[in-house]
């Protein structure tokens, strides 16, 4: 299967309709991954509960996704791409329709660990199927274009819920993305073609483990793991205490007007196609570490006392995130040489663990040092990441 040489191109009517498909997927799941990040101060006080307990509504919908990514990972390299990126939808949509029913954070907690099992499904799926559909000329516009919907869809999850909320309820909003989801679900069920270069192979566990094992062997992509670690952590870092930061003074803002913040996002959803392009013609390390460069930057940004420029930096460390990240992402599907979704899997559950500590353990440094704190770490981080990265790869791996 690695070695096809046939696929869908641009040219192709197929490769728009897989790029819509897998991009609406990408969207929602992405939506409904992020729709609590701006309510975390919300549901401190509305629950009166802890920063730290608040932020298990994010670390534990991860923690599953770290899980799904695993398990759905092998099942989709044995069985295929297209039910899971189906059957992923349709139950991300169920808790979305439970939650409003409790009154009990616990009980939001458990819906959003259920649903993050169900989130994973689209991204294990998804890069390993327009890695084997896809032309390898055009691969890496699809998935600069995929990439880019996971932006789209983060601020949409961001800004529905912040929005709805500040005026009608947490309830609504929950309840309006559950609505988003089934129209999406049906989208896909009609419009993804079947996959034509993927063959059901059953194998037995010890088979996947044994291919599970040789990409942990392998260096090159253990560097990329560790890499995708460290940018969503310190990304994650930023977007999960940043509404903290904001609604204090001086700042003082709502939480309509912090839901705008996430507009911020859309440069990202520029940022992958683009980095697409540059790389072509530059080379993927260079622009990596211009991405980097860009991130940082972004984050220091926001160390200033004026809304623009903490806005302005937003914008910039998106567009420095969502270029690094697509670039390392399209590297681990090219790389690998077997178990294509596996590999996938691997890269994103490296990426969500990641979300799970910028969400969770950074809060000890929020508490203690409060938004310089975190702006420290989640510099401090990529900068020397990508020096080893840089040094490991130049040195090794020429």
């Known amino acids: 299967m690695e070695n096809f040489t046939k696929g869908y191109s641009m040219q192709d009517r197929q490769f ?49 996704i770290i899980i799904g990514l695993i398990v759905l990972g092998f099942l989709s390299d044995r069985y295929g791409r297209l039910p899971f990126v189906r059957f992923s939808i349709l139950l991300t949509i169920i808790p979305f329709l439970l939650m409003p029913l409790t009154d009990s954070f616990a009980v939001i907690i458990i819906l959003r660990f259920i649903q993050g099992f169900a989130i994973a499904g689209v991204p294990a799926a998804a890069l390993a199927y327009i890695s084997e559909e896809i032309h390898p000329q055009s691969m890496g516009l699809a998935t600069a274009l995929y990439i880019s919907c996971n932006a789209l869809g983060g601020t949409i999850g961001r800004l529905m819920m912040g929005y709805l909320t500040e005026y009608k309820s947490w309830e609504i909003a929950f309840l309006c993305l559950a609505l988003f989801g089934g129209i999406i679900f049906i989208v896909v069920w009609l419009t993804l073609p079947k996959s034509k270069n993927f063959a059901i192979q059953p194998r037995y566990i010890r088979e996947d483990l044994h291919g599970f094992w040789l990409h942990l062997k392998n260096p090159y992509l253990l560097i990329l793991f560790g890499f995708g670690i460290i940018l969503q952590l310190s990304f994650t870092g930023m977007w999960s205490f940043i509404p903290y930061y904001l609604v204090a003074p001086p700042f003082s803002l709502s939480l309509k007007m912090i839901s705008f913040i996430f507009l911020a996002y859309g440069l990202g959803i520029v940022g992958s196609p683009i980095a697409n392009a540059l790389a072509n013609k530059v080379g ?83 508490l203690h040092l409060k938004w310089h704190g975190i702006v420290l770490i989640t510099v401090l981080l990529p900068i020397i990441y990508i020096l080893f990265l840089n040094y490991t790869l130049h040195k090794k791996m020429p």
């Open 16 to 64: 728009w309709i897989i790029v819509m498909s897998l991009g609406g997927a990408s969207v929602f799941v992405f939506a409904a991954m992020y729709s609590v990040q701006p309510l975390l101060p919300f549901f401190t006080e509305q629950f009166q509960i802890s920063v730290s307990y608040a932020s298990l509504a994010m670390s534990m919908t991860t923690l599953s």
């Open 284 to 366: 993927i390390a260079k622009i990596r570490t211009v991405g980097v460069l860009l991130l940082v930057s972004g984050i220091l940004c926001t160390l200033s006392t004026s809304l623009t420029l903490i806005i302005v930096g937003l914008c910039i460390a998106c567009l420095g995130f969502f270029t690094t990240h697509s670039l390392t992402s399209a590297t681990v599907s090219r790389t690998a040489s077997h178990q294509k979704g596996l590999a996938s899997s691997l890269y994103l559950v490296s990426y969500y663990i990641g979300v799970a500590a910028g969400s969770t353990l950074l809060s000890p440094i929020w």
